[in-house]
Every structure is written in C-alpha cells, then in structure tokens.
C-alpha cells in the first residue's frame, strides 16, 4: 500500500509540475503576442506618442488608486503558471468564505487515514485480524487488502452511533448557518472525545496528562475537558494494549497444536520435516469447526460496546 501510494503521489507531482510549466509558456507567449500588438499600433507622430502616454499615465493613476482601494478589502488573490487563486475573508466576521472551506475539507481529505487510525477502532480490529492470519501460519492469505476491507467495514459499523451524532450536532448545523466553524468543530469532538475516554485505560491517561501538565493547577475536574491532543495518544496506546491482549488469546490454541505436532515428529523420528507444514492443516481444521471468523469478529466488536 505505501509503495501503491508513493506511485500516485510521484504521478501527481509530475502532472502538477508539467501543468506548471504549460502555464509559465502559455503566459509568456501571450506576453510577447500582446507587445507586439501594442508596438504595431503605436503611431510615428509625437503627439499620439504624448497623448497615449498621458492616457497611460491617467490608467496608472487609476489602477493605482483602485489597488490602494482594493487593500481594504480582505482579499489575497494572484496566479501561478494555470492556476489562478482568489481567498476572500468574509467581511462582516461571521466565518470563512467557501474556497477556504473548500480547502479545508481537502485538507481532511488528506488527512483521512491518519484520523481514521487515530480516533477509531480501527487500529485494534486491523491488528488483532493480522494475530489472526499469523497465529494460523498462513502467512499472505487472507491478503492485507481484504483485513484492511473488513477493518474498515468494521470501524464504520462501530463507529456509525458516533457519525450519527456529529452529523446531527455540528455538520448539518453548520451547513445551515446556524453555527460557526468554531462551535461546529466543538459540537464534532465531542462524540469523539466521549467514545476514546470510554476505551481509554486510566493509566494511560494519566502517563499523558503528567507530561503535558495540562491538570498542574487542578483545574481540570471533568476528564471530557482535557484537550483533545492528550486524549489521542492515550487512545492509541490503550487500543495497542487491548490489541496485543486479544492477540496472545488467539495465539494460545495454535501455540498448543504446534507443540503437540512438533513432539510427534520427534517421537517418530521425522526431525527433517518442519512442524509448520503438518500443523497448519490441524490449525485450519480447528478454526473451520469453531467457526473462529464468527467468533474473533462477534467478540471483537461486543469489546466496543461493554
């Protein structure tokens, strides 16, 4: 996956960077097309030559006086090569204008799988399926595309009462007008916020709030009002924890057949065969009769919700 993406990103820099130039050459042959133009109209006669440059003179002053104008306005914009920007602030205060808005949904876009890791189940469903795959023995199979497909069936499924909620508490009121950026921002963390610290472990937390010294004065009674930057790393390690406990459950049954398997080969005197390629069959068996992909999955899911 992280050589695919590399490939996409490398892809992307270079029609970005061909466009880039497209432009730079585009607007320089537009350049010496227009003096041309402009040398071909001027008139051999003093006069004209006064009287276009007064005119000129009289356009610089405007321009002039329009762009000491325009500086009151809150606007940025400018071009490069192609592409042309324009940022405007909204006038009366009451938020952002909809190209930063824009920009900062792809801005989320982007930073959609690192969210997805860090405030989701996903980092413990993914990890515990791998201690799956490997407990078995069977080494690419399933594939990782398909542990990461169930993964993220499975977070959306978890996670649904949650998008729910901050669609109903921030998003549609923020597309309604009803409330700003910053109390929509406000009303989405805070589903969030309730669904780590209830994950979250005590010890964890508390490893958090000592180094940032957020709580140094006390001041902090309700653990919902720590900031959000102590919560997450708290999260991630108690989903590492609950991940590597679930993991070494799953491993004790296998770890016994290989063993058995492994003693049996050497009561027969059969050293040279690897104890790998006759219990991975055993192994396989067991997980087939206990219907081991209903009970890892159905067990995995009621953690989120005891």
């Known amino acids: 996956m992280e050589k695919r993406n590399k490939r996409i990103l490398k892809k992307l820099v270079y029609v970005f ?16 097309y227009a003096t041309q133009n402009n040398g ?28 000491t104008d325009g500086t009151a306005d809150n606007n940025l914009s400018g071009q490069i090569g192609p592409f042309k920007f324009n940022l405007d602030t909204n006038p009366n205060g009451g938020g952002i204008t909809s190209t930063l808005q824009i920009m900062l949904v792809i801005t989320l876009i982007s930073l959609a799988p690192s969210i997805l890791i860090m405030v989701t189940s996903f980092t413990r469903i993914i990890i515990v399926l791998h201690f799956v795959r490997s407990a078995l023995g069977t080494q690419t199979t399933p594939p990782n595309q398909v542990l990461i497909g169930i993964a993220l069936f499975l977070t959306f499924f978890i996670m649904s009462p949650v998008i729910t909620q901050i669609n109903n ?122 219907d081991g992909w209903n009970l890892v999955i159905g067990e995995l899911v009621k953690t989120f919700y005891t």
């Open 17 to 32: 960077f061909i466009l880039f130039i497209t432009g730079i050459l585009t607007n320089k042959t537009d350049y010496v």
């Open 40 to 67: 071909s109209a001027v008139t051999d006669t003093k006069d004209a030559n006064q009287t276009k440059n007064g005119t000129t003179s009289n356009q610089t002053d405007k321009s002039g006086t329009s762009g």
């Open 169 to 290: 508490d921030a998003v549609k009121p923020l597309s309604n007008g009803e409330i700003t950026q910053q109390e929509a921002f406000t009303a989405g963390i805070k589903p969030l916020k309730q669904f780590m610290l209830k994950e979250v472990k005590p010890q964890d937390l508390k490893l958090f709030i000592d180094i940032s010294e957020v709580n140094k004065d006390n001041s902090i009674t309700n653990v919902e009002d720590l900031p959000i930057t102590v919560i997450i790393p708290s999260f991630i390690i108690s989903e590492l924890r609950t991940a590597f406990i679930i993991g070494f459950v799953i491993y004790i049954p296998f770890i016994i057949i290989d063993m058995v398997v492994a003693s049996t080969l050497m009561s027969m005197g059969m050293m040279m065969l690897p104890p790998t390629t006759i219990s991975m069959p055993f192994k396989i068996l067991l997980f087939i009769l206990a």
